[in-house]
């Protein structure tokens, strides 16, 4: 992004906090009528994305051209013309009534504006993309079978992308994304503001830093909390990595574990609840699933992701002998438990979700709270120059997922009105021969692709818009088959080769990106075999019954540690390769048990599983104590 200077800085700044300032407006208010709503939205963020973002690494870093200033007046064009004649187009008959030249002109203009505000501000991949479902439109006549498609009318093309308020660039993914998701964007920006990002920590520090692998359970620990709020790997990566990558390096870890531990961790948060980098919102709002069945659902999976990357961390540090953390360079937990009061307004925002509350009124009352308790203390006191800043910043970080989300709701119209949807479901369905896993493997795939290089909340629709449907041809439930592809939508994040969380973790601990990548996915391996497991069992999702959901959680912690081991070679000594193959073995066997409903559903083999899992962590558990207190006296020594 752009470093302006003078007066521009200063108009920047002011538009970008006035954005922010609409979205709060409308949360305490009330939102505005959708075409209204999206088009301020989209009004403000679409010139700063020219402004801000250069068009080629040889434009001006410090200005902006002539050209970017011409796109930015002329990006307001088409957004003031759906606010100005919202009645008129409200009037008329979607696909029916005649698209004048005028809307056909301003919508192209809409649609390619778009379509270059991605290639600047996100990857040019991701522009790529959207141009290639818009290139469908062309082809799909010319193809047979099922990705034939009708021809359809550039003007029919432009309309369903420029005039419609259900898909298109101020569709409902759009109407979203100016509500549900840029407050939760302030919320992040005001608990950044409020040093909660530095509690967290801090407190991750004092919590783990003194124990094997204590730097880089910092990184798990400050990440996964930082991450749930942030909503963008990459941003949590830089956010809490230019403090736990150096530190983690300092003290004996490879760079490229490092960076990779950082990758995996920051990805993580966004399958955390309760916030989930907004996903879960924004499902909530797709399914119709309520936000608390999606948040309670992804618990224990988010759980078992975040143990998986600890341990593996605590074995390599036990196996190479790595230091822990000074005492010196901790907070007390005197200091730790008086900050604590920052973690009022996130309390504040579950309970208010729990007893019913809207998401966006809930999140209100939180950042409420976080500007009334920012008084208790000088350095977090919010003073209006602070303030300003929290807006100007929230504005900013609104812009990525601004245009990002336009563009997939492009996509998500294309796919709609030509059937493509439904195409990929029946070439997944005929590829895999009727059989779930195979045809798993190739929604797996397809998440994947379609989340590179994308931002948590476009990546999880687009994957949704396709892999969704093929899902629930496959009989899958709603709630599992849109988890199974948002999880690989956002771990497309640290997967090779476009990862752009481990680039980030890479560019900072000074280790080759790619192998980063590949580390990273070593590292979020339970990430890759979750989906799998709660597709087959939603026990594992909360849903069934108690015995069930504690018996596949249990064993899938056995899964969790064992994993760690197996590819770490440590347990509570340096293993055999033998001894790794084996117990990778038996992990394959208990995943397949773990994924086995009907019997874990049955309460005689349920509790026989919950005992043998109880037996076996709780000796895991006594012996690790043992190895970790002796591992600490060492280093003390």
């Known amino acids: 992004m752009r470093k302006l200077s003078g007066p521009l800085k200063t108009f920047i700044a002011v538009w970008s906090a006035a954005i922010a300032g609409f979205y709060l407006y409308t949360a305490v208010f009330g939102i505005m009528q959708p075409r209204?709503?999206?088009?301020?939205?989209?009004?403000?963020?679409?010139?700063?994305?020219?402004?801000?973002?250069?068009?080629?690494?040889?434009?001006?870093?410090?200005?902006?051209?002539?050209?970017?200033?011409?796109?930015?007046?002329?990006?307001?064009?088409p957004a003031l013309y759906v606010m100005l004649l919202n009645e008129p187009l409200n009037m008329r008959m979607v696909m029916v009534s005649s698209v004048s030249t005028v809307e056909v002109v301003l919508g192209a203009l809409n649609i390619i504006l778009v379509i270059e505000a991605i290639r600047r501000v996100v990857v040019p991949a991701m522009a790529v993309l959207v141009g290639a479902f818009f290139a469908y439109t062309y082809i799909a006549p010319l193809l047979s079978g099922i990705f034939y498609s009708r021809p359809l009318r550039f003007a029919r093309l432009v309309e369903m992308n420029f005039l419609t308020t259900?898909?298109?660039?101020?569709?409902?993914?759009?109407?979203?994304?100016?509500?549900?998701?840029?407050?939760f964007v302030i919320f992040g920006s005001f608990m950044e503001g409020t040093k909660t990002g530095a509690f967290f920590t801090n407190f991750a520090c004092k919590a783990a830093g003194r124990g094997p692998g204590g730097p880089a359970k910092i990184a798990v620990v400050s990440s996964g909390l930082f991450g749930s709020i942030s909503g963008v790997a990459s941003a949590n990566v830089y956010a809490t990595g230019t403090f736990t990558i150096p530190l983690m390096k300092r003290l004996g870890y490879r760079p490229q574990f490092a960076g990779a531990v950082e990758a995996a961790a920051s990805t993580g948060g966004l399958i955390m609840p309760p916030i989930m980098g907004a996903g879960a919102f924004v499902m909530a709002e797709m399914t119709g699933i309520p936000y608390g069945t999606i948040a309670l659902g992804a618990a224990i999976a988010a759980v078992l992701y975040y143990v998986s990357i600890a341990f593996r961390v605590h074995f390599i540090a036990l196996k190479e002998n790595l230091k822990p953390m000074d005492d010196s360079e901790m907070l007390s937990w005197k200091q730790i438990i008086k900050d604590s009061y920052l973690l009022i307004p996130m309390v504040i925002l579950i309970a208010f979700?729990?007893?019913?509350?809207?998401?966006?009124?809930?999140?209100?009352?939180?950042?409420?709270?976080?500007?009334?308790?920012?008084?208790?203390?000088?350095e977090t006191r919010l003073t209006p120059k602070k303030l300003f800043k929290i807006f100007e910043t929230s504005g900013y970080n609104c812009i990525m997922l601004g245009v990002t989300c336009a563009g997939a709701g492009m996509v998500v119209s294309i796919v709609t009105y030509t059937g493509l949807a439904l195409g990929i479901a029946?070439?997944?369905?005929?590829?895999?021969?009727?059989?779930?896993?195979?045809?798993?493997?190739?929604?797996?795939?397809?998440s994947l692709i379609l989340?590179?290089?994308?931002?948590?909340?476009?990546?999880?629709?687009?994957?949704?818009?396709?892999?969704?449907?093929?899902?629930?041809?496959?009989?899958?439930?709603?709630?599992?088959?849109?988890?199974?592809?948002?999880?690989?939508?956002?771990?497309?994040?640290?997967?090779?080769?476009?990862?752009?969380?481990?680039?980030?973790?890479?560019?900072?601990?000074?280790s080759k990106p790619m192998a980063t990548g590949w580390e990273a996915t070593l590292l979020g391996i339970m990430g890759y075999v979750i989906p799998f497991v709660f597709v087959y069992n939603q026990a594992l999702l909360m849903q069934g019954p108690a015995l069930a959901v504690v018996a596949t959680a249990l064993l899938m912690l056995v899964v969790a540690i064992m994993t760690s081991s197996s590819i770490s070679g440590f347990m509570f000594k340096r293993l055999h390769m033998i001894t790794r193959f084996l117990m990778g073995g038996g992990?394959?066997?208990?995943?397949?048990?773990?994924?086995?409903?009907?019997?874990?559903?049955l309460s005689g083999p349920a509790m026989i599983v919950i005992a043998?899992?109880?037996?076996?962590?709780?000796?895991?558990?006594?012996?690790?104590?043992?190895?970790?207190?002796?591992?600490v006296a060492m280093h003390a020594a």
């Open 587 to 601: 992990v394959v066997a208990l995943i397949m048990l773990s994924a086995n409903e009907k019997l874990l559903a």
């Open 426 to 446: 029946t070439a997944i369905s005929s590829f895999s021969g009727g059989f779930l896993l195979p045809a798993l493997i190739l929604v797996m795939i397809t």
């Open 451 to 510: 989340g590179m290089g994308l931002p948590c909340t476009p990546a999880y629709i687009i994957a949704a818009t396709i892999g969704a449907p093929a899902m629930y041809a496959l009989g899958i439930d709603p709630l599992p088959a849109h988890l199974f592809v948002f999880y690989f939508a956002i771990l497309a994040e640290i997967t090779p080769p476009v990862c752009i969380a481990s680039y980030c973790g890479a560019a900072i601990a000074g």
């Open 612 to 631: 043998a899992s109880g037996f076996a962590l709780i000796v895991f558990f006594i012996r690790n104590y043992r190895v970790s207190k002796a591992f």
């Open 353 to 378: 979700l729990i007893i019913g509350y809207s998401p966006f009124g809930a999140c209100t009352f939180s950042i409420a709270a976080t500007f009334l308790l920012s008084f208790l203390r000088k």
């Open 36 to 77: 209204i709503q999206r088009g301020v939205h989209m009004l403000f963020l679409m010139p700063m994305a020219f402004i801000l973002f250069p068009a080629t690494k040889k434009s001006p870093v410090d200005r902006p051209t002539f050209m970017d200033c011409a796109l930015a007046l002329v990006s307001l064009v």
């Open 166 to 183: 259900d898909v298109g660039i101020y569709g409902s993914i759009t109407g979203i994304t100016a509500t549900f998701v840029a407050i």
